[in-house]
């Protein structure tokens, strides 16, 4: 019996260890599977929910559960959590099954851990003990899924246990797992791909395989054209590298930060530098085979025809984030507009309120029948309103009076007309054709304003004042006062009654902004002379309304012979430029009064001298100029109220407190003087920082509770509004919209916020009028106190310039809200009538409205140089032709 049992006890023991060298084996080729399959599957970088680790560490008593686990590990992680990466697609070699393709740290997420529970939840974006995704419901469906194949491969593995398991079946068995690991990494890039189609479209198939033959450190840039109305952020997608779960992570919290604050340019910047951005040489192969197609023809002896151009193709493709902010409605609450400022405005708008157009119609466009002819503008040659003034004397004729209805025919161009001369050789001449006028040279040719020399108008000096030229003025003015300081302390001007206006022509040399403007009277088209020269002005006159500027917000104000009465009618007009004027601003008169002793003369210098003195301005000079034989009389505005409060005689008034300065849209004149502001972050306390850092720096008056227009702190908005813009114009307008930067000179943000898109253009050799939209937040103040310019207007009505007289006109989500007012057809009409043949439109808008413009574009025979549309918002660029409807038309 002894022996027997000892026979049964070894023949026990050898079954026993049989056994356990079986069950080993076993576990190592479940272990070796695992591995395999893990190394095999799309699985973002430390995002496995269960490693093969953990069974090398688990004991042998608890080997059934061990087995359960590795298989519940083979189907999670055939299908990782689905990550709404908003940076683009899956990494093309994500897919990969070769091990040295993926990162480092995936590779040492291999080796044994002993607790991983922590990062799972980090870096999984939230899954509970199973596995279960905690994201959404589609997550949830595929964790679902994930239970399904973890219960019937651990079936399989049961019966594998109990049963007689051959070296066939293992390798069956092996078959089945890779298969199903295999659909779920196709199911997994096919629900990428959805995720990524709602963001942006994505290149799929040989796209795919030809950017990744550009190399793994290119990337196509993203420009984002969402919905904002203001701020636009360029990202970039790497094609060519697995991103870890800390960096997927790191994106989607930049994402929600980006949603919630709209415009943190900064951290874009930042993002450029981990993520990469698109070379240059990477720029000039996406867009060369475009901008071929897009050739500008100039041709100054033939009409400029460029309807033979191949079409251009339209950008597609453009994968963006979406980052582009929407006016805040806390901002509307804060910010109010002119219209608002302006009570008679409200009574005139809702004349017009009702003519909404919903749909555009097939246009017959007709040529404008009227006397003004080539040089129509309508609310300034309205004969009709003009016949039914009960008097002119304050020179009402001259100001605006708008058509009831906006008038949508053509403006026909003057015969022989030409490609305009490039600056700055245009300051010195022009095509006489394009301005076909000589009655000021007859007039003024002896003090040598303009000239005709053959086929040229020629401006040899530029005005009475300084017939020698206006350079050798300019730098007399400054001797006369050196806290001028042309360029930096004093930087935008107003030139009244302007003439040809070379004295704000000559001030580009000194770092100047001129703001000119001269009345459409008898001296025929001297503001058309101005604009045809490159040099800013308007039509506009000095009569009964204020100007359409804020108040405080001239450095400097000038007058040149301008034949404005100041001392008259109690001095309203003077107390007009007392309003725009900056606290502490200077006001630069030359004329006879101040260096004549006509008696006519010396009577205006007397009334005049008391004007000034009744207004607390101080005569800082009367300095003579010998070159030119004339004087110049520079007075200095008060910057505190001082003078105010110890006048023994109230004349002129201080203006009554409910009277808002401000108010500038078809506003009467108010014969008063407003007081200088008192509180140190009230805007005109202080001066500006001196130009150029004023043109970057937020104004001092802007405060950190103020919530801007894109809801951010009123400051920071300023300054990623200013690095959107950079962005945008460096990134898309200088090089992708087909357009001839070299032959902009005049050009229009017609729908400006803080003027970011004129700054951004700062280094090229041209100028940009802001319009600030009387029905939009009113930040015509901040674009002044950034040392640019601008002015009032409702694109309802026409803008006070001649035809022909603008390079570009940029319309950045304007024609939106505009058809909730007016019609469309009639805002593009005058778009036409201000551009000049070869010039250029942009439009960014919703795709809806930018199809409509363009449609209506195109019916005007403009040449469409390129559109982008992408997530329901576009860009359009397109350029004016020649082209003008048969005169034999009847006008509209």
């Known amino acids: 019996m002894p022996t027997a049992r000892a026979r049964l006890g070894r023949r026990t023991s050898s079954s026993s260890y ?215 952020g360029v990202s970039t997608d790497n094609t060519k590298n697995i991103l870890t779960d800390q960096e997927q992570q790191k994106r989607l919290e930049q994402h929600q930060q980006q949603e919630d604050d709209q415009m943190q340019q900064q951290q874009k910047q930042s993002e450029e530098q981990t993520q990469g951005v698109m070379s240059k040489d990477q720029i000039k192969h996406d867009e060369a085979p475009i901008l071929k197609d897009v050739k500008i023809q100039h041709d100054h002896k033939a009409p400029v025809n460029l309807t033979n151009n191949l079409p251009v193709p339209k950008t597609e493709n453009h994968k963006t984030e979406t980052i582009v902010p929407k006016e805040s409605k806390e901002s509307k609450k804060s910010w109010s507009t002119q219209a608002d400022h302006s009570v008679n405005q409200k009574e005139r708008r809702t004349i017009g309120s009702n003519n909404k157009d919903s749909s555009v119609p097939e246009q017959n466009w007709q040529l404008c029948k009227v006397e003004a002819g080539a040089d129509y503008i309508p609310c300034l040659d309205n004969e009709e309103a003009i016949k039914k003034l009960k008097t002119t004397k304050h020179y009402e004729h001259r100001e605006r009076h708008c058509p009831q209805e906006p008038p949508t025919c053509l403006v026909p161009l003057p015969q022989g007309y030409k490609t305009p001369i490039e600056w700055p050789k245009s300051r010195d001449k022009i095509w006489y054709h394009n301005v ?48 001028i300081a042309w360029g930096k302390h004093t930087r935008v001007v107003l030139d009244v009654g302007c003439g040809v206006a070379s004295f704000g022509g000559y001030l580009f040399e000194r770092d100047v902004l001129a703001m000119s403007f001269a009345p459409k009277d008898e001296h025929e088209a001297q503001v058309q002379f101005a604009l045809e020269r490159g040099i800013p002005a308007i039509s506009a006159v000095m009569g009964t309304q204020r100007l359409p500027f804020p108040s405080g917000v001239f450095d400097l104000v000038h007058c040149a012979r301008c034949r404005v009465p100041w001392h008259e009618e109690g001095g309203a007009l003077l107390l007009e430029l007392n309003r725009v004027l900056r606290p502490g601003g200077y006001f630069a008169w030359s004329a006879t009064p101040v260096y004549q002793t006509l008696e006519e003369d ?33 007075y200095h505005k008060p910057d505190t109220n001082d003078c105010y409060n110890q006048r023994k005689q109230n004349k002129p008034p201080m203006c009554k407190p409910d009277d808002d300065p401000n108010a500038a849209w078809y506003v009467a004149f108010h014969s008063c003087i407003h007081r200088v502001p008192t509180e140190e972050k009230e805007r005109g306390y202080r001066w500006p920082v001196e130009w150029p850092e004023r043109l970057q720096t937020p104004p001092y008056w802007l405060n950190q509770s103020q919530v801007g227009i894109y809801g951010k702190p009123a400051p920071d908005d300023f300054a990623a509004d200013l690095e959107h813009w950079k962005r945008l114009v460096s990134k898309v307008y200088m090089n992708g919209l087909g357009i001839s930067w070299s032959n902009v000179r005049n050009a229009m943000d017609m729908r400006a916020v803080y003027g970011g898109f004129a700054a951004a253009l700062r280094d090229l050799k041209l100028w940009v009028l802001n319009v600030v939209n009387v029905n939009s937040p009113d930040t015509l103040p901040i674009i002044y106190e950034r040392g640019l310019f601008g002015i009032y207007h409702d694109w309802c009505e026409s803008f006070s310039t001649y035809p022909r007289t603008y390079d570009l006109l940029h319309a950045d989500h304007l024609f939106s809200q505009l058809k909730k007012r007016c019609k ?6 005058e778009i036409d009538r201000i551009v000049r043949p070869g010039g250029y439109l942009i439009v960014r808008d919703d795709s809806a409205t930018t199809k409509e413009v363009e449609n209506l574009l195109k019916s005007l025979h403009w040449e469409i140089r390129k559109t982008i549309s992408h997530n329901q918002v576009g860009i359009l660029s397109a350029q004016k032709t020649l082209w003008r409807p048969s005169a034999s038309a009847a006008p509209t």
């Open 18 to 232: 049989s056994s356990t060298i079986t069950t080993i084996i076993f576990v190592s080729l479940c272990v070796l599977g695992v591995w395999l399959l893990t190394s095999t599957s799309v699985i973002p970088p430390k995002s496995t929910t269960r490693t093969s680790t953990e069974s090398t560490t688990s004991t042998s008593s608890s080997l059934p559960s061990t087995i359960m686990d590795a298989h519940k590990t083979i189907s999670n992680n055939g299908r990782t959590p689905v990550f709404k990466d908003t940076q683009g697609d899956l990494p093309d070699d994500a897919i990969k099954t070769d091990d040295t393709n993926r990162p480092q740290d995936t590779r040492e997420n291999d080796k044994p851990q002993t607790d991983v529970s922590s990062d799972i939840t980090k870096d999984s974006g939230g899954l509970n003990g199973n596995g279960e995704s905690l994201q959404g419901s589609e997550n949830g469906k595929l964790a679902e899924d994930d239970k399904k194949n973890g219960n019937l491969a651990a079936a399989e593995h049961s019966h594998g246990l109990h049963g007689t398991e051959s070296v066939e079946e293992q390798e069956k068995q092996k078959l089945l797992e890779t298969q199903t690991s295999e659909e779920s990494s196709i199911t997994h890039r096919q629900e990428a791909e959805q995720i990524t189609a709602g963001i942006g479209k994505t290149t799929t198939g040989k796209e795919s395989k030809d950017k990744g033959s550009l190399g793994k450190d290119k990337a196509e840039e993203d420009v984002s054209l969402d919905s904002g109305n203001d701020a636009h």
């Open 436 to 483: 076909p006028h000589t009655l000021l040279a007859e007039v003024k040719g002896h003090q040598n304003w303009v000239k005709v020399s053959g086929e040229f108008l020629t401006f040899p000096g530029g005005g009475t004042q300084f017939i020698h030229g206006a350079l050798h003025y300019i730098d007399f003015v400054q001797e006369a006062v050196p806290d």
């Open 602 to 634: 010396v009577e205006i210098w007397k009334a005049m001298s008391n004007l000034t003195v009744s207004m607390c301005w101080e005569l800082i000079t009367i300095k003579k100029d010998k070159l030119n034989s004339v004087g110049v009389a520079i």
């Open 824 to 829: 469309i057809v009639a805002v593009l009409a």
